[in-house]
């Protein structure tokens, strides 16, 4: 079974950040190492979280204790997501470095794939980490990528271009030097996530719910990560990564449900939406 190390944030009782990717992750039968950089009790969104950033020398202690028992080798998967520090970045950048150079007898896949997911902010509300950090982040990081999961505005930010639109998104994306999944991407009633590299560029959109809980960028790049290790085509990949989303949106409404239900959708997150229309764009 594949093993994926995800550096991110742990949140007790909301379905974001690292945990909910690890839950996500579950139900593809890869285990996950989640190496904390917050520890909170619940997404900001809702008020004061509770919890602290963990300390850099904590954060750094735990993938010293990992790659003790010999698991960098055997990592198939990093996935990055939010920081508290720009330290806590770089000891995640030479742990990239580290797994990539490690023996891999007896690991899953032939090579790790890293993802990183420049959690720094969102339309509407600005940045949401402190700039040494978002910089260090592009620094430090979305350079080690083999995909970068940025929403628009953080794409917008990183390269300087609009990228709202499907068309926009795709040009900026092409500025990264990486493969790019955008998320929160507008096209009238319709929002969407487009994946551009050199070779192709797709866009998967669907209607935009009335209400959508907290961690669907998380949720959405962990599926996404998923058929990467199945090596799956782009189409595909993106089709049932925005479909497993979509439908757990529409689940959450369904049941009043302030959280993402991903335990309680079980093998439903594994499948494609007939409500997501797919369009190749180059």
């Not at 509770?50 to 080798?73: C, K, R, S, T």
């Not at 990093?78 to 023996?103: H, K, L, M, N, W």
């Not at 007898?105 to 950090?133: C, E, H, M, N």
């Not at 009335?210 to 669907?216: D, I, L, V």
């Amino acid at each position: 079974m594949p093993l994926a190390l995800i550096l991110s944030s742990h949140v007790a009782a909301s379905r974001v950040g690292g945990q909910a990717q690890a839950l996500a992750l579950s139900q593809f039968r890869c285990d996950c190492m989640l190496a904390p950089t917050v520890l909170y009790g619940r997404h900001p969104g809702w008020g004061a979280p509770g919890g602290a950033a963990v300390p850099v020398q904590a954060f750094e202690g735990v993938l010293d204790g990992i790659e003790a028992n010999g698991l960098f080798g055997l990592t198939d998967l990093v996935i990055t997501g939010y920081f508290a520090s720009p330290e806590q970045v770089r000891a995640a950048a030479r742990a990239i470095d580290a797994i990539r150079a490690a023996p891999r007898d007896g690991a899953f896949s032939r090579k790790v794939r890293v993802v990183v997911d420049p959690t720094i902010g969102d339309s509407g509300k600005g940045l949401y980490v402190p700039q040494d950090v978002a910089d260090a982040i592009r620094d430090e990081l979305c350079p080690r990528a083999d995909i970068v999961c940025p929403n628009a505005w953080e794409l917008q930010r990183l390269t300087g271009q609009d990228a709202r639109q499907p068309r926009d998104a795709v040009r900026a994306a092409h500025l990264l030097g990486a493969p790019v999944l955008v998320s929160s991407i507008q096209r009238g009633d319709e929002i969407g996530v487009v994946y551009a590299d050199k070779k192709e560029a797709w866009l998967a959109a669907h209607p935009r719910a009335a209400n959508s809980p907290n961690g669907a960028g998380d949720l959405l790049t962990a599926l996404f990560a998923a058929a990467m290790l199945e090596g799956q085509t782009v189409s595909y990949a993106l089709a049932r990564a925005v479909g497993g989303v979509a439908e757990t949106i529409t689940a959450a409404n369904a049941w009043a449900s302030p959280e993402l239900p991903i335990v309680a959708m079980g093998a439903r997150i594994k499948q494609a939406s007939p409500t997501v229309r797919m369009e190749r764009l180059a």
